[in-house]
Every structure is written in C-alpha cells, then in structure tokens.
DNA sequence: CGTTTGACTTAGACAAAGTCCATTGTAGGA
DNA sequence: TCCTACAATGGACTTTGTCTAAGTCAAACG
C-alpha cells in the first residue's frame, strides 16, 4: 500500500521503518487482525519493534481514518484497513472468521422516528453471524 | 421479577441472596449494565457480594437464555436483561446511553447469496450509532 | 426440626488486552 | 552535518475477566 504510506506523508507523518511495517501488515481483503496479530508479523519484519508503537501507530491510523476498528466479538479489537468502502461483517461463531459483505437495503431508513428517542443517528453497524463452511460440516 | 426467579427455581436453581440481588439489579426496560456496574449495585443491597459470583450468575444467566450480552462498545460486555423480545440497539457515541430499537424489515433478506461465502447465516445484530438529544445540544 | 451434602460463594492469584510515561532514538529540515 | 521536535521503547500500571482452593449454606431427607 504505497498509496495509503503517500497519503500518510501528504498529511505530515514523519516516515519511520515500524510505521512502514505496520502499513505493510495492514493490507489485503478481508483483514481484520488483532493488535497482537498485528504485532508478531510486524516483528517478522522488524524484529524490534515494540507492543506500544503498535498500538500507537494502530490508533492513529484509526483517527486519520485509514483503517476501522471493528469489535465483532467480545475480546480483542480487530483492525480493518477496508476503511474506503463501506461494509459489514459475517462472523463464523465457532471458529472467528471474519468476512467482509455488502448487504442491500439501506438499515438507517428502517429506523422509524418513534424508535429514535430524538438521537441523531448517523451510523448503523450490521453483524452477521452463523457458521463458515468448515465449521458447519464439521 | 419474581417471573425470573420463578423460572429460574424451576430449573432447579439453588435460590440465594446472591442470585437474588444479581436478578433484582437486573430488571427494568433499556438496561444494559458492565459486569462491574451490577457488581456496585448488588453491593448496596448485599455488601459481602464477591465479584467472582456476580461473573458466575451473569454468566448462568447468559447460558440459560435469560439475559444477553451486549458488545455495543470495545469495553466491557453489557448484560442485558430485555431477552424475551428480540431487538437492537441505538448508542450514543459520546456518553454511551444504550437504548433499544425494534427497526422494521428483516436485514438477514439483504444479504445475497453470492454475499455469504457459504455460511450458515443465523443471527444479525444491529446497532446504530449517533448522538443522544443532550449530546448533540452540547 | 436437625443433619448432611454437594452446590454455591469467597478472596485472591492469574491472564489478556490495552494505556501511560520517562527515557532514548531519529527523520527530516536548516 | 547538526538540531530538535516527534517517534519508539520497555516496563509499570489499569481494566476486564477467569480460575481455584477453601469455607458456607440451601434444601432434601429422615
Ligand atoms: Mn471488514
Ligand atoms: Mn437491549
Ligand atoms: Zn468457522
Ligand atoms: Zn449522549
């Protein structure tokens, strides 16, 4: 992803090897890694890196708005670098996979005046969740 | 809800003060309280009230169906009493307030075929992000 | 009722995920 | 090349949750 480190240096970011490094992990379809995930292939690349530079690097990526946090179950935050066109996720309950989907319809209109309790919403997540192929034959 | 400690004795739960309290924290429409919170609030009722027990129930709760859990931020799970009517959730993303929704359709209709990379589809979870009325007039 | 017993509760150790900070290092401009 | 503000590091700390050994008690039984 050149593109994303060109429009990382565009916004001031000084260029450092783990920043790099993380980029470089951070890339592909269907990419939802745990910041400890995040972390060993990082270190495969850059044996010195650190745990909080990770988690440093992570979290700015996420302000700038390059790559989503996605919470799809109750243990670690998984980032997603798919953060240019929307979507949602499918979950498998057994084993975790995650993949990206594009639902039709639009939730938001879905959400009658009377069920906003004068919220101003402005976003709607949808998850998924059921059994991958591997796990539902096994 | 005597309702719920009915069923839960009919289930040949052992009846103490400690589930007792637990159940009564628990009770009431759009409540959605931490591990932690139920934890504070039994405590007034019952002071010797140990965490690891408060975990125990909720958790027996969750398995017997009686309260869900709820992942609406990346913190702590939310344990949710409202189990009997299936809903979803509307969050304010500055305060936290979690209120519950019942949008029309049926989003799992949305998701094509060719979107479900040979999963079993079985669940879909909602939620809709925005600002509560004192949020968005502060 | 009193006894008995296994289910329940407890305190505290432990673990996983994440944050914070003082110190050290360095990218990139002058 | 030098300087310095920004970035990286390791480790302490926090939060959330799990586990276990030992003590307690609800309720079945007589
Ligand atoms: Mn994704
Ligand atoms: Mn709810
Ligand atoms: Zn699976
Ligand atoms: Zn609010």
């Known amino acids: 992803m050149s593109d994303l480190l060109e429009r990382l240096r565009g916004r001031g970011w000084r260029m450092t090897a783990q920043r ?4 470089e ?3 592909g379809e269907h990419v939802h890694l745990t910041a400890d995930e995040v972390h060993s292939r990082a270190v495969a690349k850059l044996p010195e890196i650190s745990r ?5 690097t992570l979290g700015e990526l996420v302000s700038l708005g390059e790559v989503l946090e996605v919470t ?5 935050k998984r980032y997603d670098p798919n953060a240019h066109r929307p979507h949602h996720h499918l979950v498998c309950a057994r084993c975790g996979a995650i993949r990206d989907v594009h639902p039709t319809g639009n939730p938001l209109a879905d959400l009658p ?4 309790f004068g919220f101003t919403v402005s976003d709607v997540e949808v998850t998924y969740r059921g059994l991958c192929p591997d796990c539902a034959s096994a």
Chains 1, 2 share one sequence.
């Open 72 to 76: 799809t179950d109750k243990r670690a």
């Open 20 to 23: 790099r490094v993380v980029a």
């Open 52 to 56: 909080a530079t990770v988690y440093n």
């Open 25 to 27: 992990v951070l890339n």
């Open 113 to 116: 005046d009377a069920e906003r």
